[in-house]
């Protein structure tokens, strides 16, 4: 039976549920529309949230990270148990040979002896987009308008600080809930040998599911997701000619499947972020012209979600693995940079 406005009275009553629900449990407390149900965005697909996380004082720049209010954060501290601790950021040295022609990590030592001290200071040139990193909402745009997240032109984003990471350092950092899917282990124990790390093999959502069930770990609204794919183990591992073949000469990685399904799935779930230690968390190059499901369009473009990329999950995935859980809390402190596109995490996982 339907109220005349769209929803019906059983939808109305699972609204009124999950509101009551999130308040006892401090998850987050937004009630999103059905996919199908949001407001239409003039020039964008179906499905953006673009002007959802306004308020009339302030138009949003940090899109799902809102739903990592106080009461989330406080609840995912109760995933601190044993006080254990893992960075997630890969060595800044990796990727050895970074694609798209983007510069190698440096380190120059600086000898302040000439001064007259016994000191030394060091100076590093890093591209943000060649390691372990956060993409901020002005990384990658929604490739046919050439609009990034809530409506912020390619042109203004040049000249801007709109968008930028900043937004995240000043509002505390990311602080929340982490969640891993093991997909590399569970896929070794259940079929043997994974496909290839720099291969464009697509992980289907209905894994990940696989995947979580197998754990035991149900995800959240406001969760941080990871997967664990096997890109930075097989660069660990390969020799500096297997790495160059297979990153600079050779721009193709394993990542979450890039299609209508994924994106649904990852919509339903409203993660504040996602992460993986792939090069693009999905897998590239993306179907930028076959249908329009590229994930980077998604959630950076139209819902304001932060994509982490080539962090090292392989400690973090013995310690879950050993614990028996893979929830944890989780911190991120990026570098505070006005109009930041890209930097490392500098994450901890905590439990």
Same mark, same amino acid.
């Given at each position: 039976?339907?109220? =005349?406005?769209?929803?019906?009275?059983?939808?109305?009553?699972?609204?009124?549920? #999950?509101?009551?629900?999130?308040?006892?449990? =401090?998850?987050?407390?937004?009630?999103?529309?059905?996919?199908?149900?949001?407001?239409?965005?003039?020039?964008?697909?179906?499905?953006?949230?673009?002007?959802?996380?306004?308020?009339?004082?302030?138009?949003?720049?940090? =899109?799902?990270?809102?739903?990592?209010?106080?009461?989330?954060?406080?609840?995912? #501290?109760?995933?601190?148990?044993?006080?254990?601790?893992?960075?997630?950021?890969?060595?800044?040295?990796?990727?050895?040979?970074?694609?798209?022609?983007?510069?190698?990590?440096?380190?120059?030592?600086?000898?302040?002896?000439?001064?007259?001290?016994? #000191? $030394?200071?060091?100076?590093?040139?890093?591209?943000?987009?060649?390691? #372990?990193?956060?993409?901020?909402?002005?990384?990658?745009?929604?490739?046919?308008?050439?609009?990034?997240?809530?409506?912020?032109?390619?042109?203004?984003?040049?000249?801007?600080?709109?968008?930028?990471?900043?937004?995240?350092?000043?509002?505390?950092?990311?602080?929340?809930? =982490?969640?891993?899917?093991?997909?590399?282990?569970?896929?070794?124990?259940?079929?043997?040998?994974?496909?290839?790390?720099?291969?464009?093999?697509?992980?289907?959502?209905?894994?990940?599911?696989?995947?979580?069930?197998?754990?035991?770990?149900?995800?959240?609204?406001?969760?941080?997701?990871?997967?664990?794919?096997?890109?930075?183990?097989?660069?660990?591992?390969?020799?500096? &000619?297997?790495?160059?073949?297979?990153?600079?000469?050779?721009?193709?990685?394993?990542?979450?499947?890039?299609? &209508?399904?994924?994106?649904?799935?990852?919509?339903?779930?409203?993660?504040?972020?996602?992460?993986?230690?792939?090069?693009?968390?999905?897998?590239?190059?993306?179907?930028?012209?076959?249908?329009?499901?590229?994930?980077?369009?998604?959630? $950076?473009?139209?819902?304001?979600?932060?994509?982490?990329?080539?962090?090292?999950?392989?400690?973090?995935?013995?310690?879950?693995?050993?614990?028996?859980?893979?929830?944890?809390?989780?911190?991120?402190?990026?570098?505070?940079?006005?109009?930041?596109?890209?930097?490392?995490?500098?994450?901890?996982?905590?439990?």
């Amino acid at each position: 039976m339907s109220d =005349g406005k769209g929803r019906t009275v059983l939808q109305r009553a699972g609204d009124r549920l #999950s509101s009551i629900t999130s308040t006892l449990t =401090g998850t987050p407390t937004h009630q999103f529309p059905n996919f199908d149900q949001l407001p239409r965005v003039e020039g964008q697909p179906q499905g953006s949230l673009w002007g959802y996380f306004d308020t009339p004082s302030k138009h949003d720049e940090i =899109g799902t990270l809102n739903l990592l209010t106080h009461d989330v954060v406080r609840r995912s #501290s109760s995933e601190i148990r044993t006080g254990e601790h893992v960075q997630l950021d890969w060595c800044l040295e990796n990727v050895q040979f970074p694609g798209f022609n983007r510069k190698q990590f440096e380190q120059k030592i600086v000898d302040m002896a000439p001064l007259g001290f016994a #000191s $030394l200071d060091d100076e590093l040139h890093i591209n943000t987009q060649s390691g #372990s990193q956060w993409d901020s909402l002005k990384h990658f745009a929604h490739q046919k308008s050439r609009m990034y997240y809530n409506g912020l032109s390619h042109e203004e984003a040049t000249k801007t600080v709109t968008n930028g990471i900043h937004n995240w350092c000043e509002r505390g950092g990311i602080v929340g809930r =982490g969640v891993l899917v093991d997909w590399l282990s569970w896929y070794e124990k259940k079929h043997g040998d994974p496909p290839s790390a720099v291969s464009r093999h697509e992980i289907p959502v209905s894994e990940l599911d696989e995947v979580l069930k197998y754990q035991g770990t149900n995800p959240r609204p406001g969760d941080i997701l990871m997967v664990r794919s096997g890109y930075v183990r097989w660069h660990n591992f390969a020799s500096p &000619e297997e790495r160059k073949k297979g990153t600079r000469d050779n721009s193709v990685a394993i990542g979450v499947a890039n299609n &209508e399904t994924t994106v649904r799935w990852l919509y339903d779930h409203h993660f504040a972020a996602v992460a993986g230690d792939t090069v693009a968390f999905e897998a590239w190059p993306p179907p930028l012209h076959e249908g329009g499901w590229c994930l980077h369009e998604w959630l $950076l473009t139209q819902w304001g979600t932060p994509i982490g990329e080539m962090w090292d999950l392989e400690s973090l995935s013995k310690v879950c693995e050993r614990e028996g859980r893979w929830s944890f809390f989780l911190t991120s402190a990026p570098l505070h940079v006005k109009g930041g596109i890209g930097s490392p995490p500098g994450a901890i996982a905590i439990f």
